[in-house]
C-alpha cells in the first residue's frame, strides 16, 4: 500500500525504516521527519504525516511487544498518543474527510 503518494513510498519501506531505527536505539524518539530524513526523502505536502505518525505507533507498539522489556510503560506512553490525538483531533487525516480518499 502507497503511503505517501509524493516520494512513492510503499507501508513495507516505511515500516522497515522504522524497525532499522529502532534496531539502533529502541527508545529514541521517531518522528517523521527523522524517518523520512533516514529514507533520503523529504515531506513534500506533508499530507501523509498523520498516517506516518499511525504506522510509527503502530510498529513501535508491535516492536516492543515482541521484545517484551517494561511493556507497562510503553503501553502507558502509547496510550497517552491515543488520548492527545482524541483530544486534538485526528478526525480529518489529510485534512479531507475520509469519504475522499483515494486509496
Keep these: 500500500m502507497l503511503v505517501c503518494q509524493c516520494n512513492l513510498i510503499t507501508q513495507k519501506e ?3 525504516q522504522i524497525r532499522a531505527m529502532l534496531d539502533e536505539d529502541p527508545w529514541q524518539l521517531i518522528v517523521p521527519a ?3 530524513h533516514a529514507m533520503a526523502q523529504r515531506g513534500r505536502c506533508c499530507g501523509c504525516f498523520p498516517n506516518v505518525v499511525e504506522t510509527i505507533i503502530r510498529v513501535t507498539e508491535d516492536y516492543h511487544s515482541h521484545a517484551q ?6 503501553v502507558t506512553h502509547l496510550d497517552r498518543v491515543r488520548a ?3 483530544k486534538f483531533g485526528s478526525k480529518f487525516n489529510e485534512r479531507r474527510p475520509k469519504g475522499h480518499r483515494a486509496a
Design 84 to 86: 492527545l490525538r482524541e
Design 69 to 74: 522489556e517494561g511493556e507497562a510503560s510503553v
Design 14 to 16: 516505511l515500516e522497515a
Design 34 to 36: 527523522k524517518v523520512y
